[in-house]
């Protein structure tokens, strides 16, 4: 077997994955995306597949896979559903941090429920005044006995005013980045409001609205990892957030690549297929090229990250910039090649189109990611 190919383990993964995604998501996304629905139970039929707790340890109750397993998963997901896609892979996030940094405590607290997905979580670093320059964030939480008081803001979070659990970053020392701490925070502590949801131009099937802190009192056993550790952990997180969203990116695209193999075979001008004319040859065939470079890019990153290989952030950027600038990129020709009826919400494509816009954004924009690249090139 070459290095390059999926084991059969990871191939009946994705079969599974596959399986779901025709079943469970793609017949309901449009309307999904239409009449803004979150799927909740479509969610947790997910988690009965484990797919709730995918690289949470066998230990902690999840299946414990490694992160190219669960881009497989994102991807396949995606073919039906980038925005349903992306919520669930933010969900494990969140699940992940806890079971990788969290004492006994914190596990035994939150994790029974997040595995099945009976309770949701988010991840909470973005604030209304620190996007990008996330080590600026002003969300303080001061300690007073046993307990923190949490006040502040965070901003553009998915399930928003949905989800049960907001790990959450919040500064408990000095300014920047050491000065910041990760804490686990219930929807229904006192304190806990949720801003109006955020009208937005794709991501319709899940919810995303500013979480607001007003004196919100959180056991000091809440926190996850030591004190100060937060940025770092945060930005682990966001490792494999990156590579799951880039795997969002390349299922979308797939979708809209075979959607767009599909319309120009049937659609004809000039009384012929225009899937014969060369110049539409040649546009689904770099549509294709890009995206299986992006692909085998992120497999890559995805690997690296699983090993905790030194260069894993730079692959995870790397993989990230080039998975979604594709992904955009090819949804964007693929509506070009429906012509008109590529604009019409009759058809898929303008859906995906507008979902995966957004993936150039979240977990860290690609300018940034061309910026962490720079850097680990530059102190080699």
Known sequence: MSQFDLTDDQRQIQDLAR???AAEITPSAAEWDEKHIFPRET???????GFGAIYVSEESG???LGRLESALIFEAMSYGCPSTSAFISIHNMAAWMIDRFGSDAVKAKYLP???PMERLGSYCLTEPSSGSDAAALKTRAVRDGDHYVVSGSKAFISGGGEN?????MVRTGEEGPKGISALVIEKDMPGVSFGAQERKLGWHSQPTAQVNFDEVRVPVENRVGGEGEGF????MGLDGGRLNIGACSLGGAQRCLDEAVTYTRER???GQPIADYQNTQFMLADMATELEAARALLYLAAAKVTDNAPDKTRFAAMAKRLATDTGSAVADRALQLHGGYGYLMDYPIERFWRDLRVHSILEGTNQIMRMITAREMLRQ
């Open 19 to 21: 399986q779901f995604t």
């Open 43 to 49: 969610v947790k039929k997910a988690a009965e597949l």
């Open 62 to 64: 999840g299946i414990g």
């Open 113 to 115: 429920s997040m595995i």
């Open 164 to 168: 049960e659990i907001y790990v959450t």
């Open 232 to 235: 770092r952990i945060a930005m």
């Open 268 to 270: 004809k001008q000039f």
